[in-house]
Antibody, heavy 114, light 113 residues
Framework: VQLVESGGGLVQPGGSLRLSCAVS????????MTWVRQAPGKGLEWVTT????????YYVDSVKDRFFISRDNFKNTLFLQMNTLRAEDTAIYYC????????WGQGTLVTVSS | DVVMTQSPLSLPVTLGQPASISCRSS???????????FHWFQQRPGQSPRRLIY???NRDSGVPDRFSGSGSGTDFTLKISRVEAEDVGIYYC??????????FGQGTRLDIK
């Protein structure tokens, strides 16, 4: 199982970023997928989960209507579109399998700062 | 939302000695089918988290048998029978019985005395 996140970087408050997670080693289309984040020096925070077919999506309240999770089961890729970014969104974003969080990627750092 | 409270938050341990971390949930994690969605994670310095224990007491593949999980309802424990240097890191508990949201404990930092 391999999960490789990309797309992080420095963005100004109010800006947007799109994270990607390329997966391999398992049948992606059969799996629920999750994004978890970790602010610098802080603990883990669940962000969002998407059903295997994309039919159901859940979000933590703090990102609702700003972040949008999606997936491309043909390209084995998970996405996180992040809009109207705030300083408090600064974190490492991890792509994780399932909602039992079986396997984790290495993470991609998002820094929101002017 | 279910609040997960870990103790202690800092755990200095002598090599070869046992260690124990407690996690308490604000409500029972047993669902209507009698299942408990509760897991433990380890995050070594500079690494991504990895799951150690799933469904309270089941070790993930490759996890040494010195790690064990127990508990029920609202009280859970992670035990390390003999701490080794590679066990240094932060340990998190997590519940997924009452989700969304999935919630984590604050983390317990284990280091060597």
């Amino acid at each position: 199982v391999q999960l490789v996140e990309s797309g992080g970087g420095l963005v100004q408050p109010g800006g947007s970023l799109r994270l990607s997670c390329a997966v391999s080693g398992f049948t992606f289309s059969n799996y629920v997928m999750t994004w978890v984040r970790q602010a610098p020096g802080k603990g883990l925070e669940w962000v969002t989960t998407i059903w295997h077919d994309g039919s159901i999506k859940y979000y933590v309240d703090s990102v609702k209507d700003r972040f949008f999770i999606s997936r491309d089961n043909f390209k084995n890729t998970l996405f996180l579109q992040m809009n109207t970014l705030r300083a408090e969104d600064t974190a490492i974003y991890y792509c994780v399998t399932g909602h039992w969080l079986d396997y984790w990627g290495q993470g991609t750092l998002v820094t929101v700062s002017s | 939302d279910v609040v997960m409270t870990q103790s202690p938050l800092s755990l200095p341990v002598t090599l070869g000695q046992p260690a124990s971390i407690s996690c308490r949930s604000s409500q029972s994690l047993v669902d209507s089918d009698g299942n408990t969605c509760f897991h433990w994670f380890q995050q070594r310095p500079g690494q991504s988290p990895r799951r150690l224990i799933y469904r309270v007491s089941n070790r993930d593949s490759g996890v040494p048998d010195r790690f064990s999980g127990s508990g029920s309802g609202t009280d859970f424990t992670l035990k390390i029978s003999r701490v080794e240097a590679e066990d240094v890191g932060i340990y998190y508990c997590m519940q997924c019985t009452h989700w969304p949201p999935i919630t984590f404990g604050q983390g317990t930092r284990l280091d060597i005395k």
